[in-house]
């Protein structure tokens, strides 16, 4: 009678390693594709940063005087801004003069994620700078 118990009781544990093993891997797989995720949009809002400092700061340096340079880079960073959900902010510097150089520093604010009652948490800011000379032979109203 006990032997026959004892098969009884090993009837009823078949299958057990194989739903702990599932439990296992999806408790592992799940947050590996958030994180998988979020490093694509990490990527992706980088790509978008350094596009858009690279652009600005070239329209800027092909402008024809110092208002226009600005006006010119912030219309660069509109357009790179449909391009990702991230938040996108420009700092353009430098010399605008002949043989100067202009530097475009683009921050980019990206959310990590949220929760439908909780909100959004946390973001991670990515930071690019690129850099253009202004032709030494070129004219420029009111420069030397």
Do not use: H, K, N
Not at 46 to 59: I, Y
Not at 68 to 82: K, R
Not at 118 to 143: E, H, K, M, W
């Amino acid at each position: 009678m006990s032997a026959r118990r004892a098969r009884r009781v090993g009837a009823c544990e078949r299958g057990e390693g194989i739903v702990s093993a599932l439990l296992l891997l999806a408790g592992a797989l799940l947050p590996l594709c958030f994180l998988v995720s979020l490093l694509g949009r990490v990527e992706q809002a980088q790509l978008a940063a350094l596009e858009a400092a690279s652009s600005a700061v070239r329209a800027a340096a092909l402008a024809p005087d110092a208002q226009l340079a600005q006006s010119d880079a912030d219309a660069e960073l509109a357009a790179a801004q449909g391009e990702t959900p991230a938040l996108l902010t420009l700092d353009l510097g430098g010399s605008f003069t002949r043989g100067g150089e202009l530097e475009a520093d683009v921050s980019a604010q990206l959310p990590l994620g949220s929760l439908p009652l909780l909100g959004s948490f946390g973001t991670i800011t990515l930071r690019t700078r690129a850099r253009a000379p202004v032709d030494p032979y070129r004219s420029l109203p009111g420069g030397s």
